[in-house]
């Protein structure tokens, strides 16, 4: 059984973070997931909770979900991981390739990518579960960019990649709540 770990690198727990992190357990399960490198106590109602950084834990057979890695992870090589590492960062777009230099070059894990297109935290952890049931990259639908009404004249666009679930973007019902109720971006 894969452990998916969120290594918070952000200032604080941001209202946005907190949501993924909810959603993130529901995808999961709270047993399959820990969130490092915060001591926020309010996230162990979600999974497992430890203030130390991954870089901390002495961990063996784990994988950083980077999308500036080089190869692609596949379900095969999936199978073999214990841990599968991403990085709790609110996206910037474009990207800053924060994994890359908050993770991948200061810690000494296999790096994959799951293609070169930026996720939200939640939606890179469903893809990389759908991969651990064995389902290919290639194999997966994707939408680039939603568009949210906020109001009858309003919308957001959110600039990242989501995986299809029966057509539909995989993001929190409880995200789109909070970005209507948002007085400003």
């Known amino acids: 059984m894969a452990t998916f770990i969120i290594e918070h690198l952000d200032c604080k727990l941001w209202k946005w973070c907190l949501i993924e992190y909810k959603h993130i357990s529901k995808i999961v399960g709270k047993g399959k997931l820990l969130f490092t490198n915060i001591k926020n106590k309010q996230l162990g109602k979600y999974g497992k909770r430890n203030s130390k950084s991954i870089s901390e834990l002495n961990l063996k057979n784990a994988c950083i979900l980077d999308p500036d ?4 992870l596949s379900p095969e090589e999936a199978k073999k991981f214990k841990y599968f590492i991403f990085g709790g960062i609110l996206g910037d777009y474009p990207p800053k390739k924060r994994t890359k230099k908050e993770l991948t070059k200061k810690l000494n894990f296999t790096a994959r990518n799951i293609g070169k297109k930026q996720f ?22 994707f939408k680039e960019k939603i568009e949210i009404q906020l109001g009858k004249y309003d ?31």
């Open 69 to 72: 890695a080089k190869k692609t």
């Open 155 to 185: 919308s957001v666009i959110l600039p990242y990649r989501y995986l299809l679930i029966k057509n539909k973007p995989l993001i929190s019902k409880e995200l789109v709540e909070y970005l209507k109720r948002r007085k400003e971006f």
């Open 120 to 141: 939200s935290t939640d939606n890179a952890v469903a893809v990389v579960k759908e991969i651990l049931k064995g389902k290919k990259l290639k194999d997966l639908k």
